[in-house]
């Protein structure tokens, strides 16, 4: 029987749960032995296809059953490493496990992967940005592959009004390392007898992405933005710095008014004026500054909220999003719950500060909530925060206006002179302002890391490393354990036997919370 | 049920002489059928929960036959049916996942080893080892030593699993014992075929009842006649074993050409290592290897003249025994010990001592077991090159990537009704701090996994109440135990709640009513209001427990999360004494959508006004903060790039799998988190009232400077 091909086909589809990967395994199935090709499939169901990545494995022996003189090839119940022929992957990092696996080798692998992400539980519960490097896998697979079929299969599938199982199957298809032809498959898919219509639309526009018939996935356009210049931008600020910082003096003009964006650049140009080395790093200090100058002076409170919530672009958004056909009414609820500190935010500086100041201490922030449904797309619901939006005016008396343009004056100084001494220290005193956002307790959690950092580290000369070590700590874990140990430990490298002095002489002035000592123990105590 | 097996019943219909294509467990099924069992029992769980399901499915086919099935109440009841076959000539069959239930079963699994039995026993186990598996990882092997209960281990194809199924009754009834027959997942999930025979009528049966109870006091499990038993086991039933597998050639040898070598494998094992073989060149793609092998379908007992006379004249072979202790392997050492035989044993030195022998593993295994034994006239480096090539690519893949890559650990399905009971156990741990919580076995196990990293212990299905009692007392504060509906009715309302009451524990436990097993596919159980049979039953969670003395008991809907945790703050701080509980009310959000999409499409289509809920993340208002999230884990609760240019961190979003429930909603109220959410309600075939009422409001939103819409309602 030296004729007979020495091995089967074997194709591996990793997929998650729900993605039909089963079924596709079955037409596989059913394809084969249509040609009367020996055929086995395997796969772990159970409790893995609860959310989990799961795997379906194939294997097909390419010679039809009558041909073999009563024969039966032998079939692995496993995949093995450097064994597989066609690799399908349904989301871009079940096609990097796959190459971890070693499933997918230069000398044998087709893979044919879609490039769309479904973030792992881990890549979602960062503070930050927990997501897996996408663009590893690309690379990897270019490496690694005999050939790489990298496609965004789920948009694909969307557009087509099918499932992803269905285009990965005629990519499959379209690659030839299937032992049977695009008519095999498609008869398979026939022969299931559910949505068939909507699988051979799927499965067409899959083999013809796979042959290169559509044009490849063009990369997320930018948003369209409406061409608003700012004179004093461009006159006053590099180039390089004009598409940020236009941005910021969008944002804070829709956030409050023409007065508070000219603060905005007055804010900045001391920045700039420091950033001496900016022609040759892109501004990137001055850039840095711009962007979370202009987050944190657009800080979300109720007036906020209730503008975004009514302004005219929202409503087709949402229809957009959820999917709403155009004759279909839509009623929307917003989840709200306001607060001491949201009241406190829209009362008069002197009063709220002080109503604040008494819930603080009284342990009673988070004591008075008040739960509301409000439905916008009522009249009554959508003039209550048409009503709240229109309180934009009345921001600047508020007490908490007046304690953020503080603690950014505060921020600001710090990056400025820090700049002077120190710009890799200075961009990483700026990007600390990343650390403040959210609402509620999430606010106040990202306020106290911010603040220790700056007291521990900023505050006292730290180096670029050390902050930057820090902040990422700070969004390590929301209890703040990672950040007590990365101060206590840095606290220990910045003693005065390193030659530092243990306070900088030129910290901002009116801060009751100094840390002056020199001990590991400045994180735990500035906290405590 | 997860799973209609209507289409896979028809299989079970096929006369002699067809071909039957399905997947392995099923393949058993048809087996038992063909073997003229009168009973079948068993427990359901992954693997063998669809030998299980198809049968609930198969009622026309079991009565035209006349045999009895019935899904037990958990393991222990399973393999106490099988006591039907000690006094009678009954084939009866049972089953369940191993080795957890094989531990709940194992009191009755003694007392039916030791009577023996008259009618084949055939114990289906559903070995739930390696890649996949949710349980604790060990062997049923050592079951089978301790109660002298043979063990087959067929080689992962349908014919000869099938034949063993046959075999494995024959072998039953010859040496008066029970008999198991362990698969493993992948084999449980082959898709295969296999030529068929015709189903055959038990010989008694509810249609062909028996006359006269047989009395024989030998049969009972009380001194005397459990020394009698235990010496016949030894002296008559083991030999007529022995005897049985070898004159029916149940074990197998194929020969090979480097015959200074040999491979003893366990029959499931088989495919395996022909295909490490096939890889370094050792063997065609039909199995013909050039190192001789012994395939041992039945790994116990062993046949100690088979072993020695595969082993005689070889220098050395290799054991490829998957688990540990390395049982096989200790006794082949033994074997040829006494018979004298100086043939060197590999096997756990060049095999791991545990985990599961994938492909990878056993390549590598053979590949060293080949270098260090130097076959006669084999070229090694080859073989060594072929082994360098396949797994190059791994070792390349890890400079590539840098970083491993995510794990995704199973979790809670989106809409899930036990997510939003951890999200209030995590709200209440912020006020009342860390708890110790005694967790249980079901898909609330999850709750250990991230976001939630709840649950300390796990002891065993139903055990959550159980396993908190030793703890409690040495806590100042109350613990809670989770238990699930399955859980509670598999035995957890004896050994926790009756216990926990008659002991008058002062506990907390949270009880998952979803109405299902939903982690094995969703079975029915006491209280989902049917047995399997689709017959009414009338059994509530609430009724057993008022019945057993609970006092303090509250029903609470899951997704009122806010309800949730004011009752578990009350069931933790009250001064009541005594076990409180709490029915967390929701049933599994797989069911339920696989039992109103079809009725919502059928709607739709016929012109019916339907409301499509779905939940939302405004973008601009979220700040990134995944708080939400670590809340919460829905599915469909991720993140995706920010559109603004000045937010580089991912915001939350919610994707088209959200079906409605509203727990993110919830959750950002009840936890104070942000106002980012939104709950729409799309109104598909609008009434001309829904119509008249949204124009209304969008001209007036309109007028008031809001959106205009962009929906033109008419």
Not at chain 2, 278 to 290: N, V
Request: proline content about 5%; glycine content about 10%; hydrophobic content about 40%.
């Amino acid at each position: 029987m030296s004729d007979q091909p020495a091995r089967p086909v074997t194709v591996l589809i990793a997929a998650l749960g729900g993605e039909g990967g089963g079924v596709l395994a079955d037409w596989l199935v059913d394809a084969a032995a249509a040609e009367d090709f020996p055929v086995q499939s395997t796969s772990i169901p159970g409790v893995a296809q609860r959310t989990g990545a799961t795997t379906y494995y194939i294997e097909i022996f390419p010679a039809r059953a009558d041909t073999l003189g009563g024969r039966r090839p032998v079939f692995a119940l496993t995949p093995s490493p450097g064994n597989i022929d066609v690799m399908v992957a349904s989301e871009l990092i079940e096609a990097g496990r796959a190459m971890q696996n070693g499933y997918v080798s230069p000398e044998r692998t087709t893979l044919v992967a879609s490039t769309h992400r479904i973030y792992a539980i881990a890549e979602k519960i960062a503070m930050g940005d927990g997501r897996y490097d996408a663009h590893a896998v690309t690379r990897a697979a270019d490496q690694l592959a005999k050939w790489a079929v990298l496609y965004d299969f789920a948009r694909l599938a969307q557009q087509t009004g099918s499932v992803i199982n269905a285009v990965l199957f005629g990519a499959i298809a379209s690659t030839g390392a299937l032992p049977f032809g695009r008519a095999a498959c498609e008869a398979a898919i026939r022969r299931s007898g559910k949505g068939v219509e909507a699988s051979l639309r799927g499965f067409a526009a899959g083999f013809a992405c796979a042959r290169g018939e559509l044009a490849p996935a063009a990369g997320r356009a930018a948003a369209p933005r409406a061409a608003d210049p700012v004179e004093i931008v461009r006159q006053s600020f590099p180039p390089q710095t004009h598409a940020i910082i236009e941005e910021g003096v969008r944002r804070v003009t829709d956030y409050q008014d023409d007065d508070y964006a000219r603060l905005y650049l007055e804010r900045l140009t001391p920045i700039l004026t420091v950033d001496r080395h900016g022609a040759q790093s892109e501004y990137k200090l001055t850039n840095a500054t711009a962007r979370h100058l202009a987050l944190w002076m657009s800080y979300e409170d109720v007036i906020r909220v209730a503008a975004l919530k009514t302004r005219t672009s929202r409503i087709a958004r949402v229809r957009d999003e959820i999917g709403a056909k155009t004759h279909e009414p839509v009623v929307v609820v917003e989840f709200l719950k306001p607060g001491v500190e949201e009241l406190c935010a829209v009362l008069p500086a002197a009063l709220g500060s002080r109503v604040l100041a008494f819930a603080r201490k009284r342990g009673l922030t988070d004591r008075f909530n008040v739960g509301l449904h409000v439905k916008t797309t009522t009249v009554t619901g959508f003039l209550l925060l048409r009503t709240m939006a229109r309180l934009k005016p009345w921001r600047r008396r508020t007490a908490r206006f007046a304690e953020e343009q503080a603690l950014i004056g505060r921020w600001l100084d710090a990056v400025e002179r820090c700049a002077a001494r120190d710009p890799a220290a200075a961009i990483e005193i700026a990007e600390c302002a990343r650390l403040i956002k959210g609402y509620g307790e999430t606010h106040r959690r990202g306020l106290r890391n911010f603040n220790l950092i700056f007291e521990s580290l900023a505050d006292r000369r730290a180096d670029a490393a050390a902050i930057k070590q820090a902040r990422e700590a700070a969004l390590a874990d929301p209890e703040g354990d990672a950040l007590d140990k990365t101060l206590a430990a840095l606290a220990g490298s910045l003693s005065p036997s390193h030659g530092l002095p243990a306070v900088d002489p030129c910290i901002f002035e009116g801060s009751g919370e100094q840390a002056s000592s020199p001990s590991g123990d400045v994180a735990r105590a500035a906290r405590g | 049920m997860e799973r209609s097996f209507k289409k896979e019943v028809e299989l079970l219909r096929l006369r002699g002489g067809a071909t039957f294509h399905g997947e392995g467990i099923l393949a058993v099924t048809k087996a038992l059928l063909q073997s003229g069992v009168s009973y079948i029992g068993g427990y359901q769980g992954a693997p063998v929960s669809h030998l299980v399901d198809v049968l609930a499915d198969a009622k026309d086919i079991l009565d035209e036959l006349g045999v009895h099935f019935q899904p037990a109440a958990n393991e222990a009841g399973a393999a106490a049916m099988l006591g039907a076959s000690i006094n009678y000539p009954l084939r009866g069959a049972v089953t369940w996942k191993s080795t957890v239930g094989t531990n709940v079963a194992s009191d009755a699994l003694s007392n039916v080893a030791s009577a023996g039995v008259k009618g084949g026993a055939l114990i289906i186990i559903g070995e739930d080892y390696g890649e996949g598996a949710s349980i604790i990882q060990e062997r049923s092997h050592a079951f089978a030593m301790k109660s002298q209960i043979w063990l087959l281990d067929p080689r992962p194809n349908l014919p000869t699993i099938v034949d063993m199924v046959e075999k494995g009754f024959q072998l039953s009834e010859a040496s008066n014992t029970p008999v198991m027959l362990e698969l493993r997942i992948r084999a449980c999930h082959v898709h295969g075929s296999f030529v068929t025979k015709d189903n055959r009528a038990p010989q008694f049966s509810r249609n062909h009842v028996i006359e006269t109870p047989d009395y024989d006091y030998s049969r009972i499990c009380l001194p005397p006649s459990t020394y009698a038993q235990e010496k016949h086991k030894i002296d008559v039933r083991w030999p007529a074993a022995v005897k049985f597998i070898r004159d029916n050639r149940l074990n197998e040898t194929f020969a090979g050409r480097h015959d200074d070598i040999g491979i003893v494998l366990q029959g499931g094992m088989y495919n395996t290592v022909v295909r490490a073989l096939q890889q370094l060149g050792l063997a065609d793609a039909f199995g013909d290897c050039e190192v001789p092998l012994y395939v041992m379908n039945v790994t116990y007992p062993m046949v100690p003249d088979e072993v020695t006379e595969f082993c005689a004249g070889k220098r050395a072979v290799l054991v490829v025994e998957e688990g540990q202790p390395a049982y096989i392997e200790q006794a082949v050492n033994a074997m040829l010990r006494k018979a004298d035989l100086n043939t060197t044993v590999v096997g756990k030195d060049v095999l791991p001592m545990a985990g599961e022998y994938t492909g990878e593993v056993v390549l590598t295994g053979v590949t060293r077991f080949v270098e260090g034994a130097v076959p006669r006239g084999l070229d090694l480096a080859q073989v060594s090159a072929a082994f360098e090539q396949l797994t190059a690519p791994k070792r390349r893949a890890v400079e590539h990537l840098g970083a491993p890559v995510p794990a995704r650990p199973p979790g809670f399905c989106v809409g899930c009704p036990e997510r939003p009971v951890f999200s209030a156990m995590k709200i209440v741990q912020k006020e009342l701090g860390p708890l110790h919580v005694s967790a249980d076995i079901g898909c609330h196990t999850f709750s250990t996994l991230p976001p939630f990293n709840i649950g300390n212990t796990v002891l065993g299905y139903g055990l959550g109440l159980a396993s908190s009692t030793g703890v409690a007392p040495a806590f100042g504060k109350r613990v809670i135990s989770v238990m699930g509906d399955g859980g509670f009715w598999h035995n957890g309302l004896s050994t926790g709640v009756s216990s926990a009451v008659f002991n008058k524990n002062d506990s907390v436990l949270v009880i998952m009513k979803n109405g299902y097993t939903s982690a094995t596919g969703t079975q029915n159980i006491p209280s989902s209001g049917r047995n399997a049979h689709n017959e009414r039953v009338d059994m509530a969670i609430e009724n057993a427990l008022k019945g057993v003395g609970v006092k303090w008991l509250k029903t609470i809907r899951t997704y009122n999360i806010g309800t949730m945790v004011r009752a578990l703050r009350e069931a933790m701080t009250t001064r009541e004494p005594g076990l409180k509980v709490i029915v967390a009310d929701g049933e599994c959000q797989l069911e339920r959508q696989r039992r109103i999409r079809p009725l919502n499409a059928k709607a739709l289509a016929a012109g019916e006004r339907v409301v499509r809920t779905r939940f939302g993340v405004d973008e601009d208002v979220c700040t990134g903060d995944h708080s939400c999230i670590r809340l919460s884990g829905c599915p469909s609760l991720t993140v995706k790039p920010s559109s603004d240019p000045l937010k580089t961190d991912p915001v939350a979003h919610v994707n088209n799998g959200c079906v409605g429930c509203g727990v993110c909603g919830e959750v950002a109220h009840a936890a104070v988190l942000c106002p980012s959410f939104y709950k729409a309600d799309i109104v598909q075939n609008p009434t001309w009232f829904d119509r008249m009422l949204h124009r209304i409001r969008q001209r007036v939103i309109g007028y008031l400077g809001g959106a205009p819409t962009g929906a033109a309602a008419t």
